[in-house]
């Protein structure tokens, strides 16, 4: 598929999403993988294009908080407080689900929470804004493989795979921390 700039409709993108359709997109330290975390098809040929094992889970990611709501169970005032000192920002929370929450993306763990992130990239957020809507967000180079860290190697490995959105990467080397919000426990640095 071509290169899409953020000029097409959003609506155009939720379609996409919404019919089990994948996006790639910059994040702040490679180009990650999309769809919609609400999607049984778009999350399993995400898993099938990443080569990803279904048990691990996926972060999902939103402009706002408001849009994660339907994800998780209720944050307690103090819970709130917490996740408001990182976000926006590259730290993700892991939170109990709630029910509307699809297993691929919680992944087989037996406290059956969800991770979750309000980001901060621009690039990411400008996608997030015209789509109006949550996407799941991990990297999208095939599982064991080098991060995607450019446009071109991203369309030279996806090519016609997805649909690859104009961006870049701010270069970080480290991905977003994972902190278990139930007991303040770093999960990944």
């Known amino acids: 598929m071509k290169q899409h700039r953020l000029s097409q409709s959003g609506r155009a993108?939720?379609?996409?999403?919404?019919?089990?359709?994948?996006?790639a997109y910059a994040t702040r330290a490679v180009f990650g993988l999309g769809c919609s975390p609400y999607s049984q098809r778009g999350l399993k040929n995400l898993l099938s294009i990443k080569k990803r094992p279904s048990h691990k889970g996926l972060i999902v990611i939103a402009h706002h908080r408001s849009q994660l709501h339907k994800l998780h169970r209720p944050l307690t005032a103090a819970e709130q407080t917490r996740v408001n000192q990182d976000w926006p920002g590259p730290v993700t929370f892991l939170?109990?689900?709630?029910?509307?929450?699809?297993?691929?993306?919680?992944?087989r763990h037996k406290s059956k929470k969800v991770a979750i992130r309000v980001d901060a990239h621009p690039d990411t957020l400008a996608l997030l804004r015209t789509i109006?809507?949550?996407?799941t967000s991990t990297s999208a180079n095939l599982s064991g493989r080098r991060p995607i860290r450019t446009l071109r190697e991203c369309h030279r490995q996806l090519g016609k795979k997805v649909?690859?959105?104009?961006?870049?990467?701010?270069?970080h080397?480290?991905?977003?921390?994972?902190?278990?919000l139930a007991n303040d426990q770093i999960i990944r640095r």
Do not use: E, F, N
Request: proline fraction near 9%; glycine fraction near 12%; charged fraction near 20%.
């Open 132 to 135: 109006k809507m949550p996407i």
């Open 173 to 180: 080397t480290q991905p977003s921390k994972i902190i278990d």
């Open 163 to 171: 649909k690859i959105i104009s961006g870049r990467t701010l270069r």
């Open 13 to 23: 993108l939720r379609y996409h999403l919404a019919q089990g359709g994948v996006i």
């Open 95 to 107: 939170v109990p689900a709630s029910g509307h929450c699809l297993p691929l993306v919680r992944g």
